[in-house]
């Protein structure tokens, strides 16, 4: 078989655009998702509303259409359905890449893709190129503490109804950790906030802040500014204030601390990372890393701040890469 003009890892709304200009200017290519369709979307809370308009999430030219002035998530993964099956784009679901090695001076002039399916199927795949797209929030920014891992810890949260009646204690002070806050209370469970800052992040979507500061001013969210969570144990969790201890009920943790591109596969294939941010060396004209031939689009560019790049100015580096690998294969044939 020959190889493919590029292989293009993740199908997030990067990938897609990526794999929709793929297809515009005739390249042989692939999209190879190790979960669903914009996997991190679908593993967005179930009620999320975006904090941008729709025209922003756009990708390919097709009209993203909502009677609301902010999308919700539902919708945003029935769009990106649909254009999918718009552009008929060829999508392997399921197929986890495992390794990527680059070509190999004097043996290969290809990239080596190995992969393995949800059934345990494992494949060797040959690219000229390969665009590196996965986003980042499969992989949570872990906090070190005894008891992150029990079982009634999580660094996502999904719906409300579970934690009825529920004492949850919720870890950050930015939109995930408010809005998962609010979503709690009014669904009858207990949420108590604790954030290692003095105030709530400056970020919070400016329809939520007068709701989340109201409730904490009137008690009805209890907060802990200033404090920092040291270890959680099955029913209660400690925490630390101006060196002081204290011990809280928890029949739940939620950690809302962010999220980090996982860089294994840019370590193999040889790809330079900032010690301290974990930022690929790229181009930002064309997004090709050090390795020639390997290019990363989308929240994969940012490393630990993940927050710098969102659907809004990523949806844009598909082309931009796409151009630049239709002028590297052009001088490579020439």
């Known amino acids: 078989m020959l190889p493919r003009d590029v292989i293009i890892i993740g199908a997030g709304p990067a990938g897609l655009a990526a794999a929709i200009a793929a297809k515009q200017h005739g390249l042989d290519y692939t999209v190879l998702e190790k979960g669903v369709l914009v996997n ?29 002035e902010k999308p919700t998530r539902v919708e945003s993964l029935r769009y990106y359905r649909r254009v999918t099956d718009v552009y008929e784009l060829m999508i392997e679901l399921g197929e986890h890449v495992t390794a990527v090695q680059a070509p190999q001076a004097g043996r290969t002039e290809t990239f080596t893709v190995e992969t393995r399916s949800v059934e345990g199927k494992t494949r060797r795949l040959e690219s000229r190129t390969v665009v590196l797209a996965i986003g980042c929030y499969d992989h949570p920014n872990l906090m070190g503490i005894p008891g992150e891992q029990l079982p009634h810890v999580s660094h996502y949260y999904d719906d409300a109804h579970r934690y009825y009646r529920k004492r949850v204690i919720i870890v950050g002070g930015k939109n995930s950790a408010a809005e998962a806050a609010l979503e709690l209370y009014r669904a009858g469970a207990h949420p108590t906030l604790v954030h290692r800052q003095a105030e709530l ?19 009805s969210i209890p907060a802990r ?14 925490v630390e204030h101006g060196g002081r201890q204290d011990v809280l009920p928890a029949d739940h943790v939620l950690l809302m601390t962010g999220y980090l591109t996982d860089p294994t596969l840019m370590r193999q294939v040889g790809v330079r990372l900032d010690p301290k941010t974990l930022v690929p ?16 689009a989308g929240t994969a560019l940012t490393g630990v701040h993940s927050g710098r790049i969102f659907i809004e100015n990523g949806r844009f580096h598909g082309q931009v890469v796409v151009d630049a690998i239709r002028q590297r294969l052009a001088s490579v044939e020439a």
């Open 40 to 68: 991190s979307l679908y593993h967005f809370p179930t009620h999320m509303m975006f904090f941008t308009t729709p025209e922003r999430l756009e990708i390919g030219g097709i009209p993203f259409i909502t009677p609301y």
């Open 281 to 296: 060396e790229h181009s930002a004209d064309t997004f090709e890393s050090n390795v020639p031939g390997f290019y990363i």
């Open 201 to 219: 992040g400056g970020s919070i979507k400016y329809w939520v802040r007068p709701d989340i500061e109201n409730r904490i001013s009137e008690g």
């Open 225 to 238: 500014f200033e404090t920092r969570l040291l270890e959680i144990r099955p029913k209660e969790v400690v």
